[in-house]
C-alpha cells in the first residue's frame, strides 16, 4: 500500500515570488508520481509525472518537481507564480503491473497568490 | 490520451432517493477507477471497474451502497444508492491510458457534483 503526505495544506505567496509545494511518500514497491491541479469548480488537471530516468521533471505551466527517492519526496516548485496559478495542489502516487491507475492522493495543498 | 465524458455534471437529489453516473470513454480501456472527492478533502478510490468482471471495492465502501456496471470497454456507471447528505461530494471516474507499453498518467472525467438534500 502506498500513502501520501502533502505537508503544507496552505501556501499564501505573492506574484512573482518562487513557490514549493511539498509532497512525501510512503511505499513497499515502486511507484510512480504524480502532481495534479484542480482550479475552483474544475477538474483535475496532470501537471507532471515521474515514471523514471531524470529526477527533475518538467511540466506545464512552468512547474517542476524533483524525485528524491532517499527522502522520498516529490516537491513540486515554480520560480515564479502568477495570481492564475491560484488551485489547490494534489500529489499522488500509483504503483505498477496490475495496480497501475490506481491514485493515492495527498490531502491537497491550496495555493493562493496575492497581488 | 482519452477523452473521458461524465454526465451528470451536477445533480440535487433528495434523501434516499439513487443516483446513476455514467462514464464515457472515447476507446476501450480494460479498468475504469471511480474516485469520490468529499468537500474540502482530497479524491479516495472507490472501486474500480473491470470489464466482465464484479468491481473491486476499496476498504469502506461496498457494492450495496455504490453498485457498478461495466458492459464493455468504454463504458461504466456508477449508482450512489440510498442517498443521505453525507453522500455529497464530486464523484470522478479515471482511466489509465494506452494499451501496451509504459503507461503514465491516469486520466479524470469532469466529474458529477451531487448535492443530497
Known amino acids: 500500500a502506498q500513502s501520501v503526505t502533502q505537508l503544507d495544506s496552505q501556501v499564501p505567496v505573492f506574484e512573482e515570488a518562487p513557490v514549493e509545494l511539498r509532497c512525501n511518500y510512503s511505499s513497499s514497491v515502486s511507484v510512480y508520481l504524480f502532481w495534479y491541479v484542480q482550479y475552483p469548480n474544475q477538474g483535475l488537471q496532470l501537471l507532471l509525472k515521474?515514471?523514471?530516468?531524470?529526477?527533475l521533471v518538467k511540466g506545464i505551466n512552468g512547474f517542476e518537481a524533483e524525485f528524491n527517492k532517499s527522502q522520498t519526496s516529490f516537491h513540486l516548485r515554480k520560480p515564479s507564480v502568477h495570481i492564475s496559478d491560484t488551485a489547490e495542489y494534489f500529489c499522488a502516487v500509483s504503483a505498477g503491473g496490475t495496480s497501475y491507475g490506481k491514485l493515492t492522493f495527498g490531502q491537497g495543498t491550496i495555493l493562493t497568490v496575492h497581488p | 490520451s482519452a477523452v473521458i465524458s461524465q454526465k451528470p455534471s451536477r445533480d440535487i437529489c433528495q434523501r434516499g432517493t439513487s443516483l446513476t453516473i455514467q462514464c464515457q470513454v472515447d476507446s476501450q480501456v480494460t479498468m475504469m477507477f471511480w474516485y469520490r472527492q468529499q468537500p474540502g478533502q482530497s479524491l479516495t478510490l472507490i472501486a474500480t471497474a473491470n470489464q466482465g468482471s464484479e468491481a473491486t471495492y476499496e476498504s469502506g465502501f461496498v457494492i450495496d451502497k455504490f453498485p457498478i456496471s461495466r458492459p464493455n470497454l468504454t463504458f461504466s456507471t456508477l449508482t450512489v444508492s440510498n442517498m443521505s447528505p453525507e453522500d455529497s461530494s464530486i464523484y470522478l471516474c479515471s482511466v489509465p491510458p494506452g494499451t501496451g507499453g509504459l503507461t503514465t498518467e491516469a486520466f479524470f472525467g469532469q466529474g458529477t457534483r451531487l448535492t443530497v438534500v
Open positions: 515521474y515514471l523514471s530516468g531524470s529526477t
